[in-house]
């Protein structure tokens, strides 16, 4: 399985929407695909769960949806705090495999 | 709470092996829902998984790498530890450790270590 992302760099205001995108080459269970966000620095955090539910902590203008190969994170309201990498995961039983992330910036 | 801690040399020489331990406190490591592994990334790109194991030894390694890398559990001292051998400029990265457990029955990884910096140069 291949993780493409998209955009590689998403610039957006705080107060905006964010919407990115991850796409499997092929169709993939979607209890399979999580969402990390990292900041420079820093280890990734778990954010979103089997595409679409939330880690413990994580506020709820973040979400998650998708199937098949279509995945999408929508980040509502951006937060001076949101401003990240965003790194897509998918897990086979016994592969592991990220996406190349998308960086979002203060614009 | 459970917390990693990465420990090993910063630098490596070419075609030397690379050696890594994970201190794993706050919980056992000998548990059967979890495995422990190590994710890289090279500096300004993306997450690379490298490889995990079970406290009971199974282990699970990125194709890319599965003929250089090593995966090992000490459930007697609480720590994992990663070898990489034969190592060029293109292993130099920021090496996580990092715990595969689940929640609600979906596979996350849910606790990281802070991460170090290992250069491979002469």
């Known amino acids: 399985i291949v993780l493409t992302q998209s955009p590689g760099t998403l610039s957006l205001s705080p107060g905006e929407r964010a919407t990115l995108s991850c796409r499997a080459s092929?169709?993939?269970?979607?209890?399979?695909i999580v969402w990390y966000q990292q900041k420079p620095g820093q280890a990734p955090r778990l954010l979103i769960y089997g595409a679409s539910s939330r880690a413990t902590g994580i506020p709820d203008r973040f979400s998650g949806s998708g199937s098949g190969t279509d995945f999408t994170l929508t980040i509502n309201r951006l937060e001076p705090e949101d401003f990240a990498v965003y790194h897509c995961q998918h897990y086979s039983w016994s592969l592991i495999t990220f996406g190349p992330g998308t960086r979002l910036e203060i614009k | 709470q459970l917390q990693l801690q990465e420990s090993g040399p910063g630098l490596v020489k070419p075609s030397e092996t690379l050696s890594l331990t994970c201190g794993v406190s706050?919980?056992?490591?000998?548990?059967?829902?979890?495995?422990w592994g190590w994710i890289r990334q090279p500096p300004g790109r993306g997450l690379e998984w490298i490889g995990s194991?079970?406290?009971?030894?199974?282990?699970f390694y990125n194709p890319s790498l599965k003929d250089r890398v090593s995966v090992s559990v000490d459930t007697s001292t609480n720590h994992y530890s990663l070898k990489l051998s034969f190592v060029t400029a293109a292993d130099t990265a920021v090496y996580y450790c990092?715990?595969?457990?689940?929640?609600?029955?979906?596979?996350?990884?849910?606790?990281w270590g802070q991460g170090t910096l290992v250069t491979v140069s002469s």
């Open positions: 092929q169709s993939v269970s979607s209890s399979d």
């Open positions: 706050g919980g056992s490591i000998s548990r059967n829902d979890c495995y």
């Open positions: 990092a715990r595969r457990s689940s929640m609600d029955g979906r596979p996350v990884i849910d606790y």
């Open positions: 194991s079970h406290y009971t030894g199974r282990t």
